[in-house]
């Protein structure tokens, strides 16, 4: 005979344990036997079900995936050397930086008041042992009967807290509530109010709040400000003449008549106080800026007319037509090419621009190649290295207008900007146009005078490209055949009608706009 132990439920599945005690060993009718068979199925049945059923409504899987971000960087030495030779593991470049920067911190002193929901942080503090999830919008009650729901959703773990942030159900003032303030969440039951509520840590206010705001007033007092720092004490910076330079280049750009007479009377009262102060650097300085305003000048026009005069500067409006041929009416030109990818790539186009153009034949030599046009008694020679053979082409054209006692009137750098300084190592005190092509090639102009104090400088303020190279250069050459004075001006101008869809040509300086030439031209005059 079976009987039925017990049922115990372990984890989520039953288990059935059946006492058999033993029996001596009878003699049991058939019929006995199935009904026996029948009993233990029902209850095998009947035990399974209820297992199913518990397992079903117990067992329950959360999975929460969570990505993780992760940053990947690489770090790795590199040695910048401007000339590297084989074996160096180099490569070629120069390391400069320049950073301009004026700002200050300004006071405002707008104020308005501002109507709005109230906005808030609050913490939802969880004392029982099970997690609760709020979705968006849970509204969360004040004692006051303020409703408010929080942001975003947020998880508030068990015997545990979260911060949330709630905003006003509606806009307008509501008075003040304190720190310390239980909300409840009448979303949950009662019994789960009382154990899940929310508790503001600081005090907040009504909905109406006073806030500043910037005026006109505070943007021109902020302007004036940073203008005062921009061009005061200049003769005290550690790169007094490069300040200098900067100021003097942002003059070019003015066109607003109330900057221009706040910047006048800052010069002026600078002027007046390096004077005073016997600072030989500053009464040069000062000076000089002020002598750029001698046209300009929006107040003390007689002053500043005076400053024009005594702190004179060089015209570079105009070049003669003399200064840019030699005896033989040759205007020799002697452009730099370098041995890398942009390099060959450069050097590719402006044949192909001179194969397309009218009158122009091109001799090949070794290392380097001759480009040439006549037009009456006036011819243009161009002397151009091959890229593979950069210094060897540079020598040979040297000593070729050694031999024939020409002098090279047009000096062009092609390449990246780490080759500037050879190409200026190679100008020539002669030169009357020097063109600098690469990016940035404005800063090197204090070097190209250094080599040729009388040159006029085209040269970029950033990206330089052989598309606006070789079209501007084509458009100057074409000008000097004329054998005319240029008049920088009205050259320009042509240039512009012909490249300025160009989005870089806008980047192109050209001499009479290159103020910060003219200031140091001025000021080198001076230290002699």
């Known amino acids: 005979m079976y009987s039925i132990y017990g049922i115990l439920l372990a984890s989520n599945y039953p288990l059935v344990y059946i006492y058999m005690p033993k029996q001596k060993k009878q003699v049991v009718p058939q019929l006995s036997l199935i009904y026996r068979k029948i009993a233990i199925s029902f209850v095998v049945l009947t035990v399974l079900l209820v297992g199913i059923i518990v397992f079903f409504s117990l067992a329950k899987a959360t999975v929460a995936v969570t990505p993780k971000a992760e940053l990947k960087s690489a770090e790795f030495l590199v040695t910048v050397k401007e000339r590297p030779i084989e074996g160096d593991n180099a490569i070629a470049g120069l390391y400069t930086e320049k950073t301009i920067e004026n700002e200050g911190q300004f006071e405002t002193t707008g104020i308005i008041e501002k109507v709005g929901p109230i906005e808030s942080k609050i913490v939802i503090v969880n004392t029982s042992n099970i997690s609760q999830p709020l979705v968006a919008t849970t509204r969360l009650l004040s004692p006051q009967g303020i409703l408010f729901r929080i942001k975003s959703g947020v998880m508030v773990p068990a015997k545990g807290e979260v911060e949330a942030q709630m905003y006003a159900d509606e806009g307008g003032s509501s008075g003040d509530i304190a720190a310390s303030t239980r909300f409840t969440i009448p979303g949950l039951n009662e019994g789960r109010q009382k154990v899940i509520y929310g508790e503001l840590r600081s005090a907040i206010s009504g909905g109406a709040q006073k806030v500043r705001v910037v005026t006109a007033e505070d943007l021109e007092k902020a302007k004036t400000e940073v203008i005062e720092n921009f061009v005061s004490n200049l003769e005290k910076s550690k790169d007094f003449l490069a300040e200098a330079v900067t100021v003097a280049d ?86 730099f090419f370098y041995n890398d990818k942009d390099g060959i790539a450069s050097f590719g186009h402006f044949m192909e621009t001179y194969k397309k153009s009218a009158g122009w034949t091109i001799e090949e030599k070794d290392t380097f190649i001759i480009i040439t046009k006549q037009k009456g008694s006036k011819k243009v020679v161009i002397y151009a290295n091959k890229p593979q053979s950069e210094d060897e082409g540079i020598q040979d054209i040297s000593k070729e207008l050694k031999e024939k006692n020409v002098e090279r009137i047009v000096a062009v750098h092609r390449g990246h900007s780490y080759h500037t300084g050879k190409t200026i190592e190679n100008i020539t005190s002669t030169a009357s146009i020097v063109f600098l092509g690469s990016c940035g090639g404005y800063n090197n102009i204090a070097g190209v005078l250094s080599k040729s104090p009388k040159a006029h400088i085209i040269a970029t303020k950033s990206t330089g490209t052989m598309l606006v190279n070789d079209p501007l250069l084509l458009i100057l050459n074409e000008e000097i055949l004329d054998g005319k004075d240029i008049e920088w001006q009205e050259f320009w101008g042509k240039a512009e009608g012909k490249l300025g869809k160009q989005k870089d040509f806008s980047s192109y300086v050209p001499p009479h706009k290159n103020l910060g030439v003219l200031f140091l031209k001025a000021y080198e005059k001076l230290e002699k």
């Open 250 to 335: 942002t003059f070019a750009s003015l066109n607003d008549d109330k900057l221009l007479t706040q910047i006048q009377a800052i010069l002026k009262r600078e002027y007046e106080r390096v004077q005073a102060e016997k600072s030989e650097e500053g009464i040069k300085l000062y000076g000089l800026l002020a002598g750029m305003f001698g046209k300009r000048a929006q107040i003390d026009a007689e002053w500043y007319a005076e400053m024009a005069k005594k702190y004179e500067m060089e015209d570079v409006s105009r070049l003669s037509a003399e200064s840019l041929f030699n005896r033989d009416g040759s205007n020799v030109q002697q452009h």
